[in-house]
């Protein structure tokens, strides 16, 4: 936690116990000497262990069950996860990434950086994901599903192979993204969703150079049908055009998984895209 933040709610608590006798009408978990004691020594302690990397968090994985707590200790790169807010017993124990720098940085700054927490297939219970690789613009979690009857987290193997997982807890998907070179021009991309209890690609679509001229981006999307085969949907040549404008060629497919997810290179509007059909004329 931010020292600011501490030392604002110290100071808080400090004055809440000075007044405790002359504000009869306070409420009663702020009046009782016995509260504001052990709340200004949890404070206390919490301030102390900030100084040697050490942070806490609580962690709601289900309404149901009671409140779990998550203690990172950056300098032993490590994560542990009880099953109760007192950090009682034996705790699960995990690896933060080896390769991000918890010397000093963003990481260290912002220690909650090294973690995530979301319902990663949808099953009502919260998951941990811990970032094991942050390069310039991706991210790699190892992701850690919670059984329900285990009372435990299990690494998924294969969600941990995504980049930048992102979850839609709306239409129950996760998104994934790959930045390569090209200042992001070249990536690879996905959504996934839960079938029969395993996750799959739905949709892929991956954008590369053109083998002659390198700012001429060929957009290729391939969906999942319903015989469970990856078909293509879409390939479109896209470039500039002119000085303002960006023209977009089908090469293969039609438009419609293209236009699912617009994302313009050249320019920021639509009103600016010059549209060809290539299958039928040359690009």
Wanted: proline share 4%; glycine share 6%; charged share 25%.
């Amino acid at each position: 936690m931010n020292k600011l933040i501490i030392l604002s709610v110290l100071s808080f608590l400090i004055a809440c116990k000075t007044g405790v006798r002359e504000s009869p009408n306070l409420d009663s978990a702020i009046s009782s000497p016995d509260t504001v004691t052990e709340n200004l020594n949890s404070a206390l302690d919490e301030l102390h262990d900030s100084d040697y990397g050490i942070y806490h968090y609580p962690l709601v994985v289900n309404a149901s069950l009671p409140s779990y707590s998550l203690k990172i200790q950056l300098p032993e790169k490590k994560l542990f996860l009880y099953n109760n807010a007192d950090e009682e017993g034996i705790p699960q124990e995990f690896s933060l990434g080896e390769d991000i720098n918890h010397d000093e940085g963003y990481f260290v700054e912002s220690p909650e950086a090294n973690f995530n927490i979301a319902d990663y297939n949808f099953d009502g219970f919260k998951d941990l994901a811990i970032v094991q690789q942050a390069g310039t613009a991706n991210l790699v979690y190892d992701i850690f599903l919670f059984g329900p009857s285990s009372l435990r987290f299990v690494k998924h193997q294969a969600l941990s192979e995504l980049s930048a997982p992102e979850v839609d807890s709306v239409n129950r998907v996760i998104h994934y993204h790959n930045s390569g070179g090209m200042a992001g021009g070249w990536y690879t991309a996905g959504i996934i969703q839960w079938k029969e209890q395993r996750p799959v690609v739905v949709r892929e679509e991956d954008q590369t150079s053109s083998e002659e001229e390198p700012e001429i981006f060929i957009r290729t999307i391939r969906i999942l049908n319903e015989q469970g085969q990856m078909i293509l949907a879409s390939k479109v040549q896209i470039q500039r055009y002119e000085t303002e404008k960006e023209k977009q060629c089908l090469l293969e497919g039609n438009w419609i998984e293209f236009d699912r997810y617009p994302n313009l290179l050249f320019v920021e509007s639509q009103a600016n895209v010059i549209r060809v059909d290539g299958r039928q004329n040359d690009c």
